[in-house]
């Protein structure tokens, strides 16, 4: 058990530029999720996968957002034309099945300049 | 909607001094509680959860009790050390299409001074 890994761990960009973050869940969970962390906040809720299918999108996610799990592995998420906004902690996190516990990966922190 | 209100920090300690860092929830039904630790350069980590009412979920010499009629998960230990500091969060769960949303408090950063 490797834990969950995400890629980068740190991204600067300008505004206006595309990004895209890679997250590799724990092997056996199917479910995957990913939350935002602004500063000095806990994390929001972004969007929730369950294999391939994306079950549920916060509305905090505008249409610059788009998130997939191809093969219900690993995700990425994609921001559009980003904003200063958008700086913050991507975190990713999945579990298992029936289980109740969420393992977080380490995150990815995203500075718009 | 659902929310997790914490005591703000940040929370400064000697080392073996007792601990209580305070939290509230507001939720339709019974959610499960959780507190989350976050070190410095790391991922969130679960500290502790409670499914219940009166259940006490415990770790690592932290202890929390989900009280149903105050709708509190306070988090208490009785000695903390210097290697406790970090930034801790309380949480719940949501469920959406058949998966535990969780919802966080804004965090409250423990710093402990040996």
């Known amino acids: 058990d490797t834990g969950v890994s995400q890629d980068p761990r740190h991204k600067i960009t300008k505004r206006g530029q595309n990004v895209t973050f890679r997250c590799d869940p724990i092997s056996e969970h199917n479910r995957l999720y990913w939350y935002r962390q602004t500063l000095g906040q806990g994390p929001e809720f972004l969007t929730y996968f369950q294999n391939e299918a994306q079950l549920e999108k916060s509305r905090l996610l505008s249409d610059r957002f788009s998130a997939e799990r191809p093969k219900g592995s690993f995700s990425t998420l994609e921001i559009q034309r980003t904003e200063q906004g958008d700086s913050a902690m991507y975190l990713c996190?999945?579990?298992?099945?029936?289980?109740?516990?969420?393992?977080f990966g380490p995150g990815t922190r995203l500075t718009v300049l | 909607g659902n929310s997790v209100t914490q005591m703000e920090g940040p929370v400064t300690l000697s080392e073996e001094a007792f601990l209580t860092i305070n939290c509230t929830y507001t939720?339709?039904?019974?959610?499960?509680l959780f507190w989350y630790v976050q070190y410095p350069g790391e991922g969130l980590q679960l500290l502790l959860k409670?499914?219940?009412?009166?259940d006490k979920g415990s770790n690592k010499g932290f202890e929390a009790t989900y009280r149903k009629e105050t709708t509190s998960f306070h988090l208490e230990k009785g000695s903390v050390q210097v290697s406790d500091s970090a930034v801790y969060f309380c949480?719940?769960?949501?469920?959406?299409?058949?998966?535990?949303?969780?919802?966080f408090g804004q965090g409250t950063r423990l710093t402990i001074n040996p």
């Open positions: 409670a499914t219940k009412a009166d």
């Open positions: 996190a999945s579990s298992f099945r029936l289980a109740n516990e969420q393992f």
């Open positions: 939720a339709t039904g019974y959610p499960s």
């Open positions: 949480a719940l769960s949501e469920i959406a299409q058949g998966a535990q949303k969780l919802v």
